[in-house]
């Protein structure tokens, strides 16, 4: 199985500051077609996840463009540029190379 | 719009089987270049992947290793849907049960609305 690693655990933010969460792969998560399979997550308090990002670096329908995502290989990068009240919740990487599918630990992001 | 609607018993009893089913409406299950898939979440083991099914000529399933011994997910074309059958359950298959659709080359782009469900006598 391909484990995800996030960090932190926690982030307390203040509006209007950028913030940034790490989430590493235990192989290489590009494929053949030149996609990096890994896609980021929001679930925002009582409410199931929703996509952020998806292939690493594409912003998905309706997400604000100051969300953004890099990375390579094995490392990836969920930037957020200035933060808002509505962004707290539960961030989640997952990558989507192979089966068995398989996310990260999360990353709770709370406003200071 | 696409939408998935869950539907199954919100408690199980131990050792016997969890059943859920997800009816689509907005799109096919036999859709190219989507996969159906369960996914659930509780506090012990977070978010979850259990498995999914999908066609590429003909039907596949892949499941979670936790899981593969006690899992089932099959595809029901006549009524548009796709299920979650778990046998042999016990107090740690306690969880909010999501259906999901993925996309390929869009990631998960529909959620269910979740079901939760207790492993309780």
């Known amino acids: 199985d391909i484990l995800m690693t996030q960090s932190p655990l926690s982030l307390p933010v203040t509006p209007g500051e950028p913030?940034?969460?790490s989430c590493r792969s235990s192989q290489s998560l590009l494929y053949s077609d030149g996609n990096h399979y890994l896609d980021w997550y929001?679930?925002?308090p009582g409410q199931s996840p929703q996509l952020l990002i998806y292939l690493g670096s594409n912003r998905a329908s309706g997400v604000p463009d100051r969300f953004s995502g890099s990375g390579s290989g094995t490392d990836f990068t969920l930037k957020i540029s200035r933060v808002e009240a509505e962004d707290v919740g539960i961030y989640y990487c997952m990558q989507t190379l192979a089966a068995p599918l398989t996310f990260g630990g999360g990353t709770k992001v709370e406003i200071k | 719009q696409v939408r998935l609607q869950q539907s199954g018993p919100g408690l199980v009893k131990p050792s016997q089987t969890l059943s859920l089913t997800c009816d689509i409406s907005g799109d096919t299950v036999s859709s190219n270049?989507?996969?159906w898939n369960w996914i659930r979440q509780s506090p012990s083991r977070g978010l979850e992947w259990l498995g999914r099914t999908y066609y590429e000529s003909k039907w596949y399933s892949d499941y979670g290793v936790s899981v593969k011994s006690r899992i089932t997910i099959s595809p029901d074309t006549s009524k548009n849907q796709f299920s979650l059958q778990?046998?042999?359950v016990t107090p740690e298959d306690t969880a909010v049960y999501y259906c999901v659709r993925y996309t390929l080359y869009n990631g998960i782009?529909?959620?269910?609305?979740g079901t939760t469900v207790t492993v309780s006598s």
């Open chain 2, 86 to 88: 778990l046998k042999s």
């Open chain 1, 42 to 44: 929001l679930q925002k």
């Open chain 1, 19 to 21: 913030a940034s969460i």
């Open chain 2, 109 to 113: 782009d529909v959620w269910g609305q």
């Open chain 2, 33 to 35: 270049r989507r996969t």
